[in-house]
């Protein structure tokens, strides 16, 4: 399994402005993801962080709104650029360890964001 | 949208057996099954996953149906702890696609 963290735990945003979410694993994984979790809802996979080279990104979501950083194999950052009441949500960053013979996700506690 | 259908609520008496539903007549050939739960205000918990064959391991069981469209997952002896929301999901490849989960309430 791995362990994952993030910061900030939580944040009050003002619209307009950006927040940078970052992701730590405290072991090497092949692939991290990102996925953000609106209220009373399920789990939306937002992008693929890959390691050296541009995210992945899943339909709906784009580069300009949601622009991801992979600097190494345990570290990634996920911004939410000029904000709206309507990314108030979870996010949460997941990440399958290296080594391990399978693709099972680990998950950090996420990151509750509101924007007013 | 989800590939899984799951009841919405289910509940269960404490130190009773578990059995929670899932639907997946849609599945495709290398997609596994994973199970994850999200307690409150937590990021969500791996339980267990499986291809064809039933799994088992120290938190629950998993029961695959002979043509993969289904499968239950069970939690042997329920606990006020297990009181979340349980997600069916499936995945190949690293990808994970979420089901919109059923909500177990542990009752004493």
């Known amino acids: 399994s791995a362990v994952i963290s993030q910061k900030p735990s939580r944040d009050i945003c003002q619209r307009g402005t950006s927040l940078t979410i970052q992701c730590q694993v405290d072991?090497?994984?092949?692939?991290m993801f990102w996925y953000r979790q609106q209220p009373g809802q399920s789990l939306t996979l937002i992008a693929t962080?890959?390691?050296?080279?541009?995210?992945?990104?899943e339909s709906g979501f784009v580069i300009d709104k949601f622009p991801i950083s992979r600097p190494n194999l345990t570290f990634s950052t996920l911004t939410v650029s000029n904000m709206s009441p309507e990314d108030s949500s979870i996010y949460l960053c997941?990440?399958?360890?290296?080594?391990?013979?399978?693709?099972?996700?680990?998950f950090g506690p996420g990151t509750r964001l509101t924007v007013l | 949208d989800a590939k899984t259908t799951q009841p919405p609520s289910m509940d269960c008496a404490e130190g009773r057996a578990a059995n929670l539903p899932c639907n997946h007549s849609?599945?495709?050939?290398?997609?596994?099954v994973y199970w994850y739960r999200q307690i409150h205000s937590q990021g969500p918990q791996y339980i267990i996953h499986?291809?064809?064959n039933n799994e088992t391991n120290e938190m629950a069981s998993l029961i695959i149906t002979e043509d993969r469209k289904s499968s239950t997952l069970i939690l042997p002896h329920a606990t006020l702890r297990d009181t979340a929301v349980y997600y069916c999901?499936?995945?190949?490849?690293?990808?994970?696609?979420f089901g919109k989960g059923t909500k177990l309430s542990v009752k004493p």
């Open positions: 072991s090497q994984v092949t692939m």
């Open positions: 849609t599945i495709s050939g290398n997609e596994y």
């Open positions: 499986g291809l064809k």
């Open positions: 999901n499936l995945g190949s490849q690293g990808n994970l696609i």
């Open positions: 997941s990440a399958t360890p290296s080594g391990g013979g399978t693709d099972t996700q680990y």
């Open positions: 962080a890959n390691q050296g080279s541009e995210a992945t990104y």
